[in-house]
């Protein structure tokens, strides 16, 4: 294993698009948790009254872009060696699929979860600077920081969130193989869900929809107020996305171990 993980990780780092999609997930989640902290309108509340606001979430938005450039990177890492007929090389050298395929899972979700983890701390950091230059700081009723558990919970999650989102796209790679079509089946199982409950008048199916979702259910995780209002508790949301990507991933093993490469 510890080879294939090797040879999977060079080839991971030796392709250029991989640092600039991972520099394009820092930077687009970074920069649109700074636009939303300086857009934004809170509330007034009174001082050591709890304000309503979720400020931590706030901080946390730019996931909804950066996830993007990770289910990109996630397909592309799948889908190239299939393109360039990479992966007769790569089987030639694995001849154990599940070793090879174990191999490249693990060295994408390394990279994405470290990249993960520089634009989650940024974007909190730069939020709370934006945040308390506007007057909205913990002791006006706004908990935001670093230190907080319930930020510390959202900024966490958030990481294992994009995390898990690379598994997904990976997975549904192996599957699909090309790299467009998987692309699209990613962002559509994304989208599909919040879409669909907009256009659904029925509280109750608004909710299940919302309790279904890989987006709308992991990204539960963020929030830190109102938290009984919620389809689904944070960590119970995750553990939904969670289940959408391993079954991606069994699915993905199956047919890279069945299926002729």
């Known amino acids: 294993m510890r080879r294939a993980l090797r040879a999977e990780w060079t080839k991971l780092c030796t392709v250029p698009s991989t640092v600039w999609l991972l520099a394009a997930t820092v930077v687009a989640t970074v920069g649109i948790a700074a636009t939303v902290a300086a857009g934004v309108h809170l509330p007034a509340c009174a001082p050591g009254t709890p304000c309503p606001a979720d400020t931590a979430r706030l901080s946390l938005w730019g996931v909804r872009a950066g996830q993007v450039t990770v289910a990109v990177l996630a397909v ?16 030639a050298a694995t001849p154990r699929r599940f070793r090879a395929l174990g191999g490249k899972l693990v060295a994408v979700t390394v990279a994405v979860t470290a990249a993960s983890a520089v634009a989650v701390a940024g974007s909190v950091v730069v939020a709370v600077r934006i945040f308390a230059a ?11 920081d670093l230190t907080d558990p319930a930020t510390l919970r959202a900024g966490l999650g958030s990481v294992f969130y994009l995390g898990l989102i690379a598994l997904l796209g990976a997975g549904i790679a192996v599957v699909v193989r090309d790299g467009a079509a998987a692309l699209g089946a990613v962002l559509a199982l994304l989208f599909a869900f919040p879409m669909a409950t907009a256009l659904v008048s029925d509280a109750t199916w608004q909710r299940r929809l919302h309790q279904w979702s890989p987006m709308d259910a992991g990204l539960a995780i963020q929030a830190t107020t109102d938290l009984t209002r919620l389809p689904l508790a944070p960590w119970t949301g995750l553990g939904v996305l969670a289940a959408w990507a391993g079954g991606a991933v069994i699915l993905g093993g199956l047919a890279f171990r069945h299926r002729d490469a």
């Open 76 to 91: 592309l890492a799948v889908s190239g060696e299939y393109a360039t007929g990479m992966v007769h090389l790569t089987l």
């Open 134 to 144: 506007r007057g909205y700081t913990p002791s006006r009723g706004y908990p935001l």
